[in-house]
């Protein structure tokens, strides 16, 4: 490995202002919302797709691996670091257009640097009918970079890989591929057919370092005609069961097309607001008698959740008959919303307040970014949550890795039963609070037949030890979900090597598929995979 040959090289290929090795650059690119090791040797910015070519040509003429990131807001899962120690970042943020846009048959087309809210404000601009799927990461995440990621958002379109279609990719080689028919210059169903002819290969780019995709098409959602919100809470844990296997034929039947999220109350509360020092007199994890007092005041339940309804208004009013039939006797409170009341609940928040003693305003802050969530309206409400146990109050411009935030996420998934839910609630409940841990857990019934959990580990990594502690809790947690068959969706950097206890057949062929497209190991080493 020739590292300074190569980055020699990359400056004279970027310019030194694309070719970043200065210590602070380097260190802040190392820094991630949990314990990383790793060493970067340079920051790359490549401004089109011939640039990371001729950037892969010399990682592989001499041998110094690169590690692509979109736009390295993976935070929980380790930010923009690497797998693996001594690797250049290969950063894409500026291939930042849109290139591709079709209004009548709702696709858009865009290159790894286009963020949710530059593709938000491109269909504003538009005037467009169409809604995109939007996450509660930042404003400026990259739309690609989640999708690769196989992450989810809050709209019938939240599970995004299964809304793409026609990749282009660059392999470790240089040499470019297009998924589906794209392979065929003139294929006119390129954006809207994603299976093309032969062999099916979107996958194999996804968790993945078998190459870098530099365009991604995604199917938009035409706005309903009429949009309603519902939510529910229950009051015990115990109720946990019952309420998923209410919600599992309305989500299996189509009634409920959106993904529901369900929240427990530290959730909420994280939510809502920061660790409460002064009540808890410095005591973690947060006491039960401290975490009463919040459920009183602010009216909390055990468990709370919301989803959306979209269609015609006599679509909207049929699924609203079926759930209240569904949910009644099985939760606390079922309300629902559209623009109107959520309106009116704005208007008469403060004299409610005064009148019943509930922070009807404080609460509405919350309300609304969901509510427009799942309306495809990018929202970084959700973030402030990682500042969950730091003392000061998060800044205007909120960035975990560089504010010392203590954030990692375990993301197991399970059938959509309410056993399941039980147990890995269990499971939670036991673990995390015997590492001085709050239970943190959304679940989301991603899918008609299936449970995406979120368990948040949020810490202060500036309070000595405290790093260690919740990696090891993290590896625990991990170990007893797998003994127990809850596998996660998607790994961090510290955890890839649970790929090893797949069966040895699929181990075999990954590698010898990374053996042929990436015969240098110049790409993203160890990234989904030991090989």
Not at 423 to 432: D, T
Not at 453 to 481: F, S
Request: aromatic fraction near 10%; charged fraction near 20%; hydrophobic fraction near 35%.
């Amino acid at each position: 490995m020739d590292t300074d040959t190569a980055i020699k090289a990359w400056c004279d290929l970027l310019g030194t202002e694309n070719t970043l090795i200065q210590s602070e650059n380097l260190q802040t690119a190392q820094t991630a919302t949990f314990a990383t090791q790793q060493q970067i040797l340079a920051i790359l910015r490549p401004e089109n797709i011939e640039q990371i070519q001729a950037c892969l040509k010399i990682a592989n003429e001499y041998c110094v691996p690169v590690y692509p990131i979109s736009g390295g807001k993976n935070w929980g899962y380790g930010s923009r670091v690497p797998v693996k120690d001594n690797c250049a970042l290969l950063d894409l943020s500026k291939l930042n257009r849109i290139v591709d846009y079709n209004e009548k048959l709702a696709y858009v087309t865009v290159e790894p640097g286009v963020t949710q809210r530059r593709l938000y404000e491109f269909l504003q601009k538009q005037q467009s009918r169409l809604w995109m799927d939007a996450t509660g990461s930042s404003h400026d995440s990259s739309i690609i970079g989640n999708a690769i990621e196989r992450g989810f958002g809050h709209t019938p379109y939240g599970d995004r890989f299964a809304h793409i279609c026609g990749l282009e990719v660059v392999l470790p080689t240089g040499e470019i591929i297009h998924t589906g028919l794209g392979q065929f210059s003139n294929a006119k169903a390129a954006p809207v057919y994603r299976w093309g002819v032969g062999a099916f290969l979107d996958g194999l780019f996804s968790q993945s370092n078998f190459g870098i995709v530099t365009k991604m098409t995604f199917w938009l959602m035409p706005a309903p005609e009429y949009f309603q919100s519902f939510s529910f809470t229950i009051k015990e844990d115990q109720q946990l069961p019952d309420l998923i296997d209410a919600l599992q034929p309305l989500r299996l039947n189509g009634t409920i097309k959106s993904a529901v999220h369900v929240g427990n109350s530290y959730k909420v509360l994280s939510a809502i607001r920061q660790y409460p020092w002064a009540e808890a007199e410095g005591v973690t994890p947060l006491p039960e008698s401290v975490k009463e007092q919040f459920i009183k005041a602010w009216k909390l339940s055990a468990w709370s959740g919301s989803g959306g309804l979209y269609g015609t208004k006599q679509q909207v009013a049929e699924a609203r008959r079926l759930i209240k039939q569904a949910l009644k006797g099985k939760v606390e409170k079922l309300q629902f919303l559209d623009d109107q009341t959520l309106q009116i609940a704005k208007a008469v928040a403060k004299p409610y307040q005064r009148l019943t003693g509930l922070n009807l305003p404080e609460m509405l802050k919350l309300l609304r970014p969901v509510y427009r969530l799942m309306q495809g309206i990018p929202s970084e409400s959700q973030l402030a949550s990682t500042y969950w146990r730091k003392k000061t109050p998060p800044p205007r411009e909120m960035n975990p890795d560089r504010d010392g935030c203590g954030l990692i996420w375990c993301a197991p998934v399970a059938p959509l039963e309410g056993e399941h839910a039980a147990k890995i609630n269990q499971i939670v409940q036991e673990i995390l609070p015997s590492y001085g841990f709050e239970p943190i857990i959304s679940m989301t019934l991603l899918t008609e037949r299936c449970l995406s959990t979120i368990i948040t580990i949020a810490y202060d990594r500036e309070v000595p030890g405290e790093d260690e502690q919740a990696m090891n809790c993290y590896n625990t947690l991990l170990e007893k979900l797998t003994e127990e068959g809850y596998y996660p969706y998607r790994l961090g950097i510290q955890s890839m090597d649970l790929l090893q206890k797949g069966e040895e057949s699929y181990q075999k062929l990954l590698k010898q598929l990374k053996k042929s497209i990436d015969p240098n190991q110049v790409l993203a080493p160890g990234r989904y995979g030991s090989f």
